[in-house]
């Protein structure tokens, strides 16, 4: 019992931490990276389909992305989707790829991203410490309903203590990389 909520804990958290990452491939730095792309969605017959599905999305000289659709009258498509985006990004039409440079970005949008990015870590570690929780939460019914000691109790919300320590600073770990990123020239 008390095995499988710390388990299940545990995979909530890592979801937790995927999570970020994926809202850190959102904040674009100064360098391109086809990560960038990856919430861009296009409309193709009809069905909303996520962008890397229809192109291949390469880096070129770490300042531009190059999209080549797999289908050419797909390139007007996809140049709507990245300018719908929000994702402060002007591409180029060449006929049948897009060019996507990277606008430098300034002091103040590199602010601004850093806050977004200091955003979304502490949004993961408030998510972190609801999942202990719940499983503190857990273990306490648990130890109402007498399926478990006190003291079993109590060392089960140690470990899941531990855990959300480990997970934390997992957040913190990613939140500095990105924010060094940010504000590297």
């Known amino acids: 019992m008390i095995d499988d909520i710390i388990q299940d804990a545990e995979e909530r958290m890592q ?7 994926e809202a850190f491939k959102r904040i674009r730095t100064g360098r391109a990276h086809p990560g960038l792309l990856d919430s861009v969605v296009v ?9 890397r599905q229809l192109a291949n999305v390469t880096v070129e000289e770490g300042r531009s992305l190059i999209i080549s659709p797999w289908e050419k009258q797909l390139v007007g498509e996809i140049e709507k989707a990245i ?8 591409p180029s ?7 996507v440079p990277m606008p430098p970005l300034t002091e103040e949008t590199r602010r ?14 408030v998510a972190i410490r609801n999942i202990r929780r719940n499983a503190n939460t857990d273990f306490k019914d648990l130890q109402r309903e007498k399926a478990i000691s006190e003291d079993e109790q109590r060392r089960a919300e ?28």
């Open 15 to 21: 979801k937790s931490l995927v999570a970020l990452d």
């Open 43 to 51: 409309s193709y017959y009809g069905a909303e389909t996520p962008l």
């Open 83 to 90: 300018l719908k985006s929000n994702l402060g990004l002007n």
């Open 93 to 99: 039409n060449n006929g049948d790829t897009l060019r």
């Open 112 to 125: 601004e991203f850093t806050r977004q990015a200091r955003t979304e870590a502490e949004n993961s570690r």
């Open 158 to 185: 140690e470990r899941i203590g531990k855990l959300t320590e480990k997970y934390i600073s997992g957040v913190d770990a990613a939140y500095q990389i990105k924010e060094e990123d940010l504000l590297s020239f």
